[in-house]
């Protein structure tokens, strides 16, 4: 069973949260004979009411739109609030959920941009992770957007590789390992032409983020049991859960 949550963020140029979102999932993956019935516990901050819409106490995750697959025994959730199914073989979405909360960040992006008299432009960017030391990211990228005309790339970063994707017309730094409360930083030169376009010069696509983050969700969902019940069959319930967090559309706009 996988616990999936992708985060939506758009940051503004002064630090505000433009816009704020997580899309979940929980996929299940299922291999059992007969016809066994299951029965899924959630953590108690996590209440769905009868229209299937999360009502939360002051602390609570409050999730929306919440969707079940026609596995899910409707009307016993609607009489106990337990969600009852009998799974179909393989992989299978049973639920999905969105939170529009106001999310803090995961990663916060300071980028200092510096032209110099239309003939060359450095970058200084930094970014700094906002959750607990215990959880560690995996192939984090921080993409940041540069003028098309942009050469002759020189980078120098604390931790990671940094390379030019002239495609992209961008710079991908990459940390294969990012702990929590950790901040680094990158600087990269460029050489441009000495002509160039004024209007251009004063526009610059927003940072964005990739990032994985196992063993970790951004709401606090978790499965707090998994029952299985079979006339026929003695079953051992020992579920597997796997917690991911990742990126949606995460962008920092820096202008």
Known sequence: MDVIEKVNLLIGSNGSILNSEIIGQIMVKCYLSGIPQLRLGLNDRVQLSEQHRATQASKGIE????????????????????????????????????????????????????????????YLVKIHSQYKQRSVANNVKVIIPVPPDADSPRFRATIGSVQYSPGQNSIVWTIRQFSGDKEFSMRAHFGLPSITNEEEDKTMPPISVEFEIPYFTVSGIQVRYLKISEPNEKYTALPWVRYITQNGVYQIRTI
């Open 63 to 122: 999730l929306e739109d919440v969707k079940f697959h026609q596995c899910v025994s409707l009307s016993r959730f609607d009489e106990e609030g337990i969600i009852t199914f009998i799974p179909p073989d393989g992989d299978f979405e049973l639920l999905s959920y969105r939170l529009s909360a106001n999310i803090k960040p995961l990663y916060v992006v300071e980028a200092i941009v510096d032209s110099h008299a239309h003939s060359r432009v450095e």
